[in-house]
């Protein structure tokens, strides 16, 4: 079946740190693959996609390549700052008939400390 | 351009009992789609509504049911709770352009006693 797995967490940096946090996919096909990012008491937001290998999304800062040989899509930012304290969530999608479910990691907390 | 809204905010039933959530989608948005997060955890795909019909369905019993309405927005419905199904429960809407790109709502806290 379809599967995300992510990094364990949680993760705590400094202001101004760079960020990686890893995303590897298991998918029968070719999904599209997204990050969501969950602030505190708070639903989940699209933070970035990409839709086929070699693509890049990014927001606000963050960045992710879709990786299909090595079926990852690693999230990255090169100055973290309080504000990005949430907890982040890589997911994939496939289009089988019109059916579009999203298959979630389980999300890793990022804290950011002054 | 409105984004996804839910209600209740939070909902605290005791076990047995039948619950009803509401969503309403993005404008322009005619797929809805039903996610529950337990503590800790990534969300799991419940099921999703496409045309006032099911189109799709995860992992969950048949006591999960929903509706979709023709303004596209929908409920789920939860009968005999159980205390695992105490959770927030997410709705998310998409565009039949752009099917694989869902947004979500803020949720619904539902505690079973």
């Known amino acids: 079946g379809n599967s995300v797995t992510q990094m364990e967490g949680p993760v705590t940096l400094s202001e101004e740190a760079f960020l990686t946090i890893n995303c590897t996919y298991t998918a029968t096909g070719y999904p599209s693959l997204f990050w969501y990012v969950q602030y505190p008491g708070e639903g989940l937001q699209l933070l970035l996609k990409?839709?086929?290998?070699?693509d890049k999304g990014s927001n606000k800062g963050f960045e992710a390549t879709y990786r299909k040989e090595t079926t990852s899509f690693h999230l990255e930012k090169g100055s973290v700052q309080v504000s990005d304290s949430a907890v982040y969530f890589c997911a994939l999608s496939l289009l089988t008939g019109a059916n579009s479910k999203l298959t979630f990691g389980k999300g890793i907390t990022l804290s950011v400390r002054p | 351009e409105t984004g996804v809204t839910q209600s209740p905010t939070h909902l605290i039933k005791t076990r047995g009992q039948q619950v009803t959530l509401r969503c309403s989608s993005q404008s322009g948005h005619n797929t809805v789609s039903w996610y529950q997060q337990a503590l800790g955890q990534g969300p799991q795909f419940i099921f999703q509504?496409?045309?006032?019909?099911?189109?799709g369905r995860g992992n969950f019993p048949p006591r999960f049911s929903g509706l979709q309405f023709p303004n596209y927005s929908s409920e789920l419905n939860v009968n005999a709770l159980e205390l695992d199904d105490s959770a927030l429960y997410l709705c998310?809407?998409?565009?039949?352009?752009?099917?694989?790109?869902?947004?979500f709502g803020p949720g619904t806290r539902l505690t079973v006693l």
């Open positions: 998310a809407s998409s565009s039949r352009q752009a099917p694989d790109t869902q947004y």
């Open positions: 509504y496409y045309r006032e019909e099911e189109n």
């Open positions: 990409a839709t086929k290998a070699d």
